[in-house]
């Protein structure tokens, strides 16, 4: 079986954290090193973050339909990638191999599904109070988002918080588990292979504490969304207001 190449994706590119601090990622079933994890230093956190701003300022101005065609190209490649893709979710989160592919069938109606969504989140006329007024509500993108998520479900975890976000129109900056990173990766490899624009999808990994403080502390985002245990999102919480 083989591995996905761990890198972070920063501005519409895959590299290497700019300090080289890596931690080792383990296949749980062997306990053998599978491949190293790449740590975003204080200025990657910063790249990703001004990136996921300027990358908003492009996705919204995008109509919905425009961005479903990306979503839906994204999920095609994910479709062509399913082999691979569950190879590498089963070496590092341990879950056999069946089950590996259908979570990723899962991510990709996910993905499909907000996609469509995202052509139906329709405004509402409400009634006035008034003769002659006409009252109007439109729904607009947030803004940029961040998220953090769980190493058990290394698939469905981050697709509901990236698909949510582009289907919606923000952007997003990402920080998947540590245990399970290659799984997040290939998933963006698809949506940058689909078309999508530089900066609307960022994925960054590094110590939880560090980059959540980092991030969280950042005017930039505008929502943030977070899977995993009540102590950490207390925590999330706390660092936020």
Not at 79 to 88: F, L, N, Q, S, V
Not at 158 to 164: E, H, T
Request: proline share 7%.
């Amino acid at each position: 079986m083989s591995y996905e190449k761990l890198e972070m994706l920063i501005a519409g590119e895959f590299r290497p954290g700019s300090d080289g601090r890596t931690e080792p990622v383990i296949n749980p079933a062997t306990e053998e090193v599978i491949g190293e994890v790449p740590y975003a230093s204080a200025a990657d956190l910063d790249a990703a973050l001004q990136a996921s701003a300027e990358g908003f300022k492009v996705w919204r101005a995008r109509t919905a339909l425009q961005r479903q065609v990306v979503l839906e190209k994204a999920a095609r490649l994910m479709e062509d990638r399913i082999a691979a893709i569950a190879e590498t979710l089963t070496l590092e989160m341990g879950k056999p191999f069946n089950e590996a592919k259908a979570e990723l069938q899962f991510v990709i109606d996910v993905t499909r599904w907000y996609g469509e969504e995202g052509k139906r989140a329709y405004g509402r006329l409400v009634p006035p109070r008034m003769a002659g007024l006409r009252q109007m509500v439109t729904k607009e993108p947030v803004g940029p988002c961040c998220a953090f998520v769980a190493w058990n479900f290394p698939g469905v975890n981050v697709i509901r918080k990236v698909a949510g976000a582009l289907g919606a129109g923000c952007s997003i900056v990402i920080k998947p588990s540590e245990e399970t990173p290659g799984t997040a990766i290939a998933i963006a490899r698809c949506f940058q292979d689909a078309g999508l624009p530089a900066g609307v999808l960022n994925v960054v990994f590094g110590n939880p504490d560090e980059v959540s403080r980092h991030v969280l502390g950042s005017w930039i985002p505008r929502k943030v969304s977070f899977t995993g245990s009540i102590p950490v999102g207390k925590h999330l919480l706390k660092l936020r207001f």
